[in-house]
T-cell receptor, first 112, second 114 residues
Framework: DAKTTQPPSMDCAEGRAANLPCNHS???????VYWYRQIHSQGPQYIIH???NNETNEMASLIITEDRKSSTLILPHATLRDTAVYYC?????????????FGAGTRLTVKP | SAVISQKPSRDICQRGTSLTIQCQVD?????MFWYRQQPGQSLTLIAT?????????ESGFVIDKFPISRPNLTFSTLTVSNMSPEDSSIYLC???????????FGPGTRLTVL
Protein backbone atom coordinates (compact mmCIF):
# COMPACT_ATOMS: atom_id res chain seq x y z
CA ASP A 1 0.00 0.00 0.00
CA ALA A 2 1.10 3.54 -0.76
CA LYS A 3 2.41 5.46 2.23
CA THR A 4 1.69 8.92 0.85
CA THR A 5 -1.26 11.28 0.65
CA GLN A 6 -1.66 13.81 -2.15
CA PRO A 7 -4.49 16.12 -3.23
CA PRO A 8 -6.36 14.52 -6.13
CA SER A 9 -6.09 17.54 -8.42
CA MET A 10 -4.54 20.99 -8.79
CA ASP A 11 -4.55 23.75 -11.35
CA CYS A 12 -1.70 26.07 -12.21
CA ALA A 13 -1.37 29.00 -14.58
CA GLU A 14 1.18 28.67 -17.34
CA GLY A 15 4.47 30.34 -16.41
CA ARG A 16 3.75 30.25 -12.70
CA ALA A 17 5.30 27.91 -10.15
CA ALA A 18 3.42 24.71 -9.44
CA ASN A 19 3.74 23.52 -5.84
CA LEU A 20 2.58 19.95 -5.30
CA PRO A 21 2.34 18.79 -1.69
CA CYS A 22 2.73 15.28 -0.32
CA ASN A 23 2.24 13.89 3.17
CA HIS A 24 4.28 10.88 4.27
CA SER A 25 3.93 10.96 8.04
CA UNK A 26 4.92 7.31 8.53
CA UNK A 27 8.14 7.51 6.52
CA UNK A 28 10.99 5.43 7.90
CA UNK A 29 14.54 6.60 8.36
CA UNK A 30 15.82 4.58 5.41
CA UNK A 31 13.10 5.61 2.97
CA UNK A 32 13.61 8.17 0.27
CA VAL A 33 10.97 10.45 -1.25
CA TYR A 34 10.56 10.03 -5.01
CA TRP A 35 8.49 11.97 -7.48
CA TYR A 36 7.34 10.64 -10.84
CA ARG A 37 4.88 11.95 -13.34
CA GLN A 38 2.75 10.25 -15.95
CA ILE A 39 1.64 12.10 -19.02
CA HIS A 40 -1.45 10.58 -20.58
CA SER A 41 -0.90 7.07 -21.97
CA GLN A 42 2.85 7.09 -21.33
CA GLY A 43 5.02 5.27 -18.81
CA PRO A 44 5.87 7.16 -15.60
CA GLN A 45 8.81 9.53 -15.85
CA TYR A 46 11.30 10.06 -13.04
CA ILE A 47 11.50 13.66 -11.78
CA ILE A 48 13.56 13.83 -8.61
CA HIS A 49 14.23 12.13 -5.30
CA UNK A 50 15.72 12.96 -1.91
CA UNK A 51 16.32 11.69 1.60
CA UNK A 52 16.30 14.73 3.87
CA ASN A 53 18.04 17.56 2.09
CA ASN A 54 16.33 19.74 -0.47
CA GLU A 55 17.17 18.73 -4.02
CA THR A 56 17.10 20.54 -7.34
CA ASN A 57 17.61 19.39 -10.90
CA GLU A 58 16.76 20.66 -14.35
CA MET A 59 13.14 19.63 -14.00
CA ALA A 60 12.12 20.55 -10.48
CA SER A 61 12.97 21.22 -6.85
CA LEU A 62 12.11 18.98 -3.93
CA ILE A 63 11.59 20.51 -0.50
CA ILE A 64 11.46 18.04 2.40
CA THR A 65 10.42 19.23 5.84
CA GLU A 66 12.86 18.82 8.70
CA ASP A 67 10.78 16.06 10.29
CA ARG A 68 10.48 14.40 6.84
CA LYS A 69 6.75 13.92 7.26
CA SER A 70 5.91 15.96 4.19
CA SER A 71 7.44 17.33 1.03
CA THR A 72 6.68 19.68 -1.85
CA LEU A 73 7.57 19.29 -5.49
CA ILE A 74 8.10 22.63 -7.20
CA LEU A 75 7.94 23.13 -10.94
CA PRO A 76 9.33 26.67 -11.16
CA HIS A 77 7.77 27.74 -14.45
CA ALA A 78 4.97 25.41 -15.41
CA THR A 79 4.21 24.88 -19.08
CA LEU A 80 1.25 23.22 -20.77
CA ARG A 81 3.41 20.13 -21.29
CA ASP A 82 3.68 19.72 -17.53
CA THR A 83 0.01 18.70 -17.40
CA ALA A 84 0.20 15.17 -15.96
CA VAL A 85 -0.49 13.01 -12.94
CA TYR A 86 2.27 13.48 -10.36
CA TYR A 87 3.09 10.65 -7.97
CA CYS A 88 4.88 11.02 -4.65
CA UNK A 89 6.40 7.73 -3.48
CA UNK A 90 8.46 6.67 -0.49
CA UNK A 91 10.73 3.71 -0.91
CA UNK A 92 13.75 1.99 0.48
CA UNK A 93 16.64 2.35 -1.92
CA UNK A 94 19.01 -0.32 -0.73
CA UNK A 95 18.13 -3.90 0.07
CA UNK A 96 15.62 -6.35 -1.29
CA UNK A 97 12.39 -4.50 -0.60
CA UNK A 98 12.81 -1.47 -2.84
CA UNK A 99 9.91 -1.79 -5.22
CA UNK A 100 7.83 1.29 -6.07
CA UNK A 101 4.33 1.63 -4.58
CA PHE A 102 2.12 4.17 -6.33
CA GLY A 103 -0.71 6.07 -4.69
CA ALA A 104 -3.45 7.91 -6.51
CA GLY A 105 -1.27 10.92 -7.34
CA THR A 106 -2.19 14.53 -8.10
CA ARG A 107 -3.58 15.44 -11.48
CA LEU A 108 -1.95 18.78 -12.34
CA THR A 109 -3.59 20.84 -15.06
CA VAL A 110 -1.58 23.76 -16.39
CA LYS A 111 -3.85 26.35 -17.94
CA PRO A 112 -2.95 29.06 -20.45
CA SER B 1 19.27 6.16 -18.06
CA ALA B 2 17.88 2.86 -19.30
CA VAL B 3 15.90 2.62 -22.51
CA ILE B 4 13.05 0.14 -22.29
CA SER B 5 10.89 -1.19 -25.08
CA GLN B 6 7.77 -3.29 -24.84
CA LYS B 7 6.04 -5.44 -27.38
CA PRO B 8 3.29 -5.31 -28.37
CA SER B 9 2.42 -1.68 -27.73
CA ARG B 10 -1.25 -2.57 -27.80
CA ASP B 11 -3.46 -5.53 -28.54
CA ILE B 12 -7.09 -6.53 -28.63
CA CYS B 13 -7.68 -10.10 -27.50
CA GLN B 14 -10.54 -12.49 -27.13
CA ARG B 15 -11.74 -13.79 -23.82
CA GLY B 16 -10.05 -17.02 -22.77
CA THR B 17 -6.85 -16.48 -24.76
CA SER B 18 -3.38 -15.58 -23.47
CA LEU B 19 -0.99 -12.79 -24.38
CA THR B 20 2.73 -12.61 -23.75
CA ILE B 21 4.24 -9.16 -23.31
CA GLN B 22 7.94 -8.65 -23.89
CA CYS B 23 10.18 -6.16 -22.13
CA GLN B 24 13.64 -5.40 -23.50
CA VAL B 25 16.23 -3.17 -21.81
CA ASP B 26 19.28 -1.67 -23.47
CA UNK B 27 21.55 -2.50 -20.53
CA UNK B 28 21.95 -5.27 -18.00
CA UNK B 29 19.80 -4.82 -14.93
CA UNK B 30 19.28 -6.97 -11.88
CA UNK B 31 15.78 -6.03 -10.90
CA MET B 32 12.79 -5.81 -13.20
CA PHE B 33 9.22 -5.08 -12.18
CA TRP B 34 5.84 -5.59 -13.80
CA TYR B 35 2.93 -3.24 -13.10
CA ARG B 36 -0.70 -3.07 -14.11
CA GLN B 37 -2.65 0.13 -14.58
CA GLN B 38 -6.37 -0.34 -14.90
CA PRO B 39 -8.40 2.36 -16.67
CA GLY B 40 -8.40 5.59 -14.68
CA GLN B 41 -6.37 4.04 -11.88
CA SER B 42 -2.85 4.26 -10.51
CA LEU B 43 -0.15 1.65 -11.03
CA THR B 44 -0.25 -1.61 -9.09
CA LEU B 45 2.81 -3.80 -8.73
CA ILE B 46 2.24 -7.33 -10.05
CA ALA B 47 5.61 -8.93 -9.39
CA THR B 48 9.34 -8.48 -9.11
CA UNK B 49 11.46 -10.51 -11.53
CA UNK B 50 15.10 -11.05 -10.75
CA UNK B 51 17.33 -13.00 -13.08
CA UNK B 52 18.11 -16.45 -11.82
CA UNK B 53 15.26 -16.74 -9.37
CA UNK B 54 11.51 -17.16 -9.33
CA UNK B 55 9.42 -14.03 -9.62
CA UNK B 56 7.95 -12.67 -6.41
CA UNK B 57 4.24 -11.90 -6.71
CA GLU B 58 2.25 -9.31 -4.81
CA SER B 59 -0.93 -10.10 -2.96
CA GLY B 60 -3.75 -10.68 -5.40
CA PHE B 61 -1.54 -11.85 -8.24
CA VAL B 62 -0.64 -15.49 -8.87
CA ILE B 63 1.84 -17.24 -11.10
CA ASP B 64 -0.80 -19.30 -12.91
CA LYS B 65 -2.50 -16.13 -14.10
CA PHE B 66 0.62 -14.01 -14.71
CA PRO B 67 3.59 -16.27 -15.43
CA ILE B 68 6.84 -14.36 -15.78
CA SER B 69 10.12 -15.31 -17.41
CA ARG B 70 13.48 -13.65 -16.85
CA PRO B 71 15.97 -15.54 -19.01
CA ASN B 72 18.75 -12.94 -18.87
CA LEU B 73 19.66 -9.50 -17.53
CA THR B 74 18.10 -7.54 -20.39
CA PHE B 75 14.81 -9.30 -21.07
CA SER B 76 11.60 -10.41 -19.38
CA THR B 77 8.14 -11.53 -20.39
CA LEU B 78 4.79 -11.34 -18.66
CA THR B 79 1.95 -13.58 -19.82
CA VAL B 80 -1.66 -12.70 -19.10
CA SER B 81 -3.41 -16.07 -19.13
CA ASN B 82 -7.01 -17.03 -19.74
CA MET B 83 -7.94 -13.41 -20.20
CA SER B 84 -11.23 -11.82 -19.25
CA PRO B 85 -12.45 -8.24 -19.84
CA GLU B 86 -11.30 -7.39 -16.30
CA ASP B 87 -7.71 -7.85 -17.49
CA SER B 88 -8.05 -4.87 -19.82
CA SER B 89 -5.28 -2.59 -18.60
CA ILE B 90 -1.96 -1.06 -19.43
CA TYR B 91 0.89 -3.36 -18.44
CA LEU B 92 4.24 -1.72 -17.73
CA CYS B 93 7.66 -3.06 -17.01
CA UNK B 94 10.29 -1.11 -15.14
CA UNK B 95 13.91 -1.58 -14.16
CA UNK B 96 16.08 -0.35 -11.38
CA UNK B 97 18.83 2.05 -12.44
CA UNK B 98 22.38 1.13 -11.53
CA UNK B 99 23.78 4.42 -10.30
CA UNK B 100 21.03 6.85 -9.42
CA UNK B 101 18.53 4.55 -7.72
CA UNK B 102 15.87 5.59 -10.19
CA UNK B 103 13.32 3.26 -11.62
CA UNK B 104 12.79 3.56 -15.36
CA PHE B 105 9.53 2.59 -16.99
CA GLY B 106 8.70 1.21 -20.37
CA PRO B 107 6.04 2.77 -22.58
CA GLY B 108 3.46 0.18 -21.59
CA THR B 109 1.30 -2.36 -23.41
CA ARG B 110 -2.35 -1.43 -23.73
CA LEU B 111 -4.46 -4.57 -23.58
CA THR B 112 -8.15 -4.73 -24.40
CA VAL B 113 -10.00 -7.98 -23.80
CA LEU B 114 -13.34 -8.43 -25.54
Amino acid sequence: DAKTTQPPSMDCAEGRAANLPCNHSTISGNEYVYWYRQIHSQGPQYIIHGLKNNETNEMASLIITEDRKSSTLILPHATLRDTAVYYCIVRVVFGNNNDMRFGAGTRLTVKP
Amino acid sequence: SAVISQKPSRDICQRGTSLTIQCQVDSQVTMMFWYRQQPGQSLTLIATANQGSEATYESGFVIDKFPISRPNLTFSTLTVSNMSPEDSSIYLCSVEGVFNNEQFFGPGTRLTVL
